[in-house]
């Protein structure tokens, strides 16, 4: 008797979408359902094996690099596979979500790489997540245009030469996909994100001289990137393609993950491509992980933490130094200033900010750097055109003056600054405009010319929590409660009513995203991540 046929993936509650057939082929779905029957139930290991770790930082107050893999990081014979041309140079990085004017303005940007991004900036609607998917269809086949309604304003791609490289970045490990599901049970968003991704466009890919490029978010540990690598083989041999077609970038943008940077290389190498310092979700790993240990982890406002804080240094430093001991490309943070087309003033203090914050980084020995809007590519450019001329890459720069002990990646008292009152009322301000946004479907928003997304309103949440948990006093003698941060989203919210006008106010989800904002900063079972209880109001 033959065994039965494994059962298919169902759609759930999902209104069906335009041209959702091209994405959601029985053969995609399929490819899909596999990773997930195979790959899930580690996927789940390793959630809960986060959970075990955080309860040790709790007892402990402390990390450290990992004895038990120490003779990888001491083996200075192996590398990670060199890069592929279309990833060989990555000066200027553009992010954002795959809404068909970003892909275009992104891959037309004039930046080296685009992130199309499925994760922090883009807020995980079915419409989104299909949709999104799509657009670089369409982009790879050049059968790409839009036309905004409101502006009449036509957008087309450039000729191929012009194009940035893209490299996809799919949801978190914790994020399901609740609108797939087998058996009853959801599809981890990643596994979604990269199956489809990938079965689409991988072969396409390489008939036009690139390949399947990934971005991966929120690692925590090298056992997660050797999860990754395992899937890549799996597909590579799924699809019929070469083994080490795919390349991947990690984002170090936990705390756990600073001291695993080279293990984590390791289990991916023969697909690895760098690794990226992500500063905003490194912060809230920080007070996530140490948020009861006390007032020396306690974080001053989250824009007086710059990346020359001794311990950012420290994480910076280390990263540039293992990425090229290794071969791999180490890629720098985010310049999130969205311009104002009414302020000259304004744009130019922050493109001075900008400069200078690029300037630093490729003097330090990063190889490219991100930005989060396309006026911001001719600043990031110079700034590595300076210190790169004509070489792709400054890989051969060891960085062997570099030496990072493992409380220097903690030290966050070595900061001087304070939170603030105001540094309170920003983290309201943000956090509820940004989930407000959230809850509508878009995942990258400017706000207060900063170009905003989840890990923003993470950071803003996060410290909220940490300021009343450590009964922090602000400078204007008023203590950090629960009741204060109500009395400022209170104020907050009356002050976007009269802002935005009734009935704008009514059409929007203002009063949903304030109650979110207060749930999830002042309930004292700190919830992991943001986007899972926001996930469940995404309608």
Known sequence: MSAPAPSSLAIVDAEPLPRQDEVLTPAALAFVAEL????????????????????EIARTSTLDFLPETAAIRADD?????????????????ITGPTDRKM?????????????????????PTWENVVLGQLNLIDAYNRAIDFTDPRSGKSYALK????????VTRPRGWHLNERHLQLDGTAVPG???????????????LI???????????????????????????????????????VRATVLIETITAAYEMEEILYELRDHASGLNAGRWDYLFSIVKNFRDGGSKFVLPDRNAVTMTAPFMR????????????RGAHAIGGMAAFIPSRLDAEVNKVAFEKVKADKDREAHDGFDGSWVAHPDLVPIAMASFDAVLGEKP??????????????????????????PTYDGLRNAVAVGIRYIEAWLRGMGAVAIFNLMEDAATAEISRSQIWQWINADVVFENGEHATADLARKVAAEELAAIRAETGEEAFAAGKWQQAHDLLLQVSLDQDYADFLTLPAYEQLR
Do not use: M
């Open 36 to 55: 997930h029957r195979r790959f899930t139930p580690r996927r789940d290991e390793l959630l809960a094996r986060r959970g075990e770790r955080r309860g």
């Open 314 to 325: 420290a994480y910076t430093e280390l990263l540039v130094r293992t990425c090229h001991k």
């Open 159 to 166: 000729p191929a030469d012009e194009l940035a490289t893209v």
């Open 393 to 418: 890459n400054q890989k051969e720069r060891l960085r062997e003056d570099v030496s990072v002990a493992a409380g220097d990646l903690i030290a966050i008292d070595t900061l001087h600054a304070k």
């Open 77 to 93: 014979s192996w590398k990670v596979a060199p890069a592929p041309a279309a990833l060989n140079d990555r000066r200027v990085e």
């Open 103 to 123: 892909t275009i303005n992104a891959l037309n940007s004039g930046a080296k790489v685009w992130l199309a991004d499925f994760e922090d900036a883009s807020a």
């Open 207 to 245: 008939d036009l001289g690139k390949g399947p490029y990934f971005y991966l978010p929120k690692t925590e540990s090298h056992l997660e990137a050797r999860l990754w690598n395992d899937i890549f083989v799996f597909a590579q041999d799924y699809t019929g393609i070469p083994q080490g077609t």
């Open 190 to 204: 990643a596994l979604v994100d990269f199956g489809l991704y990938f079965f689409h466009n991988a072969q396409r």
